[in-house]
């Protein structure tokens, strides 16, 4: 992701990760095959804020073939763990579920499928963790369900905030891509400048966000 981050530099980061062998092997079987998985770097640091809020209850945006979702069962490895992942593609909810049932982890991982604004306008119980990684024109549509969904203190996770520098650098947008762009901008300045949330964006992977619930009100 050089337009974001040297080359070098990531690779060097990765260098100094070591993944447990069937998540390096989920990860590879879905990374020879293009399905666009959380990068290595943004996988690491996921597992660093698992264990410093050790959440047992995740909502997550976004399941694609539930590498992310496995990942953070593994990292958490606790029986009572809940997490409920949304994905709209037929195709990857089958093979998600596939996946998930050949797989070892503690605690139960139920996929949602379908649209995830649908979703989330009927969820009721409260989260400790919720990870966007979904479409990105829709972030700001997700954020009040999620921020809501939240017990305090609680945490957001967004993924591709910064898609390929476009978010940072106007010379890099591409046409196709301006809509997005300026709603991912939109996302990015409210979370940062939210009475009720303290955020901060990260240079990993194609940008991450990380927001903490301080207050209970969206408005
Ligand atoms: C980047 S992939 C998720 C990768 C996964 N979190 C991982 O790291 O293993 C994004 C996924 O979100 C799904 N998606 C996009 N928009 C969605 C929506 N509005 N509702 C539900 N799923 C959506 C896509 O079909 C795709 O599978």
Redo the contacts with the bound molecule.
Sequence with gaps: MELINKIFTTNYIKSLIEEDEEIARFRKE?EDRN????HEEV?NFIKVILHLLKPLKIL????????????MAKIIDNDNLEIK?????DS?VDEASKNLERLNYKGNIEILP????E?LENLEEKFDLV?I???KS?YLD?LPYCFNLLKKDGIIIS??VLYKGMIANDDLVERRQKTIVRKMRKYLKTISNHPSMESSVLPLGDGLAITVKKGETYE
């Excluded at 997550?60 to 990942?71: I, P, R, W, Y």
Aim: aromatic residues 16%; hydrophobic residues 50%; glycine residues 8%.
């Design positions: 879905s399905i666009p998985i959380i996988a997550e945006l976004g399941t694609a073939v539930g590498f992310s979702s496995f990942f992942t949304i994905e709209r593609r990857f379908g649209d995830a604004l979703i990870f990684d979904a479409a829709k997700f993924d591709n």
